[in-house]
């Protein structure tokens, strides 16, 4: 067949063929230890399970891409070591937990919850030479029932950051750790941490995603689109969300995101009025599985209340139902595993998200030239690090709420 003598005069414009080859930004998805964005995350303490996990049962767990298990001993202290035994490299998954420590099944060497070696059951004297062999471990923190590790360099381990919300907690209120994923139900999201991060900056999808596309998924108050503004802090970024609301009263709602993972909602059900009443952190379990953990105080007894899909449970929904009314876990596992940041074509209404990745790639800056990244405190004096909270819901007059947060 010949070649046509003409060509046609309406060429297409925006096809899927004209797209260059797609890629994601390494600098914002890499979790992995010496990667540039795996080293800053190892410069904070993140939660990874809840201390009611740390049992005589060895637990495996994953975190920034390391496979590690957690135990806890017969004195009640718990650990958490490199899964493989650092002897011959059998995973400690099948070790037996004792009063010291945990033993290894392979040749009995028997680890405390910092790694010294204790026995060596096959060598002379049960091990004449124990202080030459050590199990990798990492430091734990027992917070409010939540367990904390840090995984970086050992000496530049920060003070744990506290927070005020959770120590000020009035009679009738108790103090929860929940790590059910809130917000992304249940298992780990089997997508980068990033995606899921940013997002706290984009309360535009709340309008959209939350209260349109789906059906009001939380409350009245919510509903409305609302006027929004960003701004930098010294820990990270925040966010203004500002509504005139029906009868009249003002809804002053601030967000914030504190460098690297921490996120600070207050409840989109509007129970109360004045600080949110949660602090959560998005883990990065690996480069492509996230789980969100949360520490709550809630009046004692209370329901934990969730996102209603036509009167179902986010589980419930069948899937056709899930591609009708899609929530935060389908907008971000619908990114994929990580997501293609060559091919966004972002706008005004993602400033927050810009704002974000800018701060981010800052402590990064930071990082390689040797100063400390933000939120962090190397005090000295204090083991403890504590946050005064601003994100909240603020109903009110304008005048009276606008600068509480």
Known sequence: MGQLSERPVNIDVGTGYELPEPHSAPDLVEVERGTPAGELLRRYWHPFALATDASDVPKPVRVLGEDLILFRDGSGRPGLVHHRCCHRGTSLYYGKVEERGIRCCYHGWLFDIEGNTLEMPCEPDRGQHLERYRQPWYPLVDYHGMLFTYMGPPQL????????????????????????????????????????????????????????????????????????????????????????????????????????????????????????????????????????????????????????????????????????????????????????????????????????????????????????????????????????????NYIGDRDEVINRG
């Open 157 to 392: 381990k920060p003070a744990f950051p506290t927070y005020d919300i959770l120590s000020d907690v009035a009679e009738g209120w108790e103090v929860v750790a929940d790590d059910n994923n809130i917000g992304l139900h249940g298992d780990p999201t089997p997508c980068n941490w990033f995606q899921t991060h940013e997002n706290v900056m984009d309360p535009f999808h709340v309008y959209v995603l939350h209260a349109g596309f789906s059906g009001n998924q939380f409350v009245a108050e919510m509903q409305s689109l609302p006027e929004v503004s960003w701004h930098f802090t010294p820990h990270g970024v925040k966010s203004h969300q500002d509504r005139e609301l029906d009868d009249g009263r003002f809804f002053h709602r601030v967000t914030e995101v504190l460098m690297p993972n921490v996120r600070i909602v207050a409840s989109p059900f509007v129970e109360h009025e004045g600080q949110a009443t949660s602090v959560a952190w998005t883990l990065p379990i690996s480069q492509t599985e996230t789980k969100i953990f949360t520490i709550l105080k809630r009046p004692i007894g209370s329901p934990a209340r969730r996102a209603s899909y036509g009167g179902k449970r986010w589980e419930e929904l069948t899937e056709t139902e899930h591609q009708q009314m899609p929530g935060d876990y389908e907008a971000m596992v619908g990114q994929g595993p990580v997501t293609l940041h060559s091919e966004e074509r972002l706008a005004s209404s993602d400033r927050g998200v810009v704002m974000f990745r800018h701060r981010f790639r800052e402590c990064l800056e930071q990082m390689a030239a040797g100063d400390d990244p933000p939120a962090v405190s190397y005090n000295a004096q204090v083991q403890e690090a504590r946050y005064e909270v601003r994100a909240g």
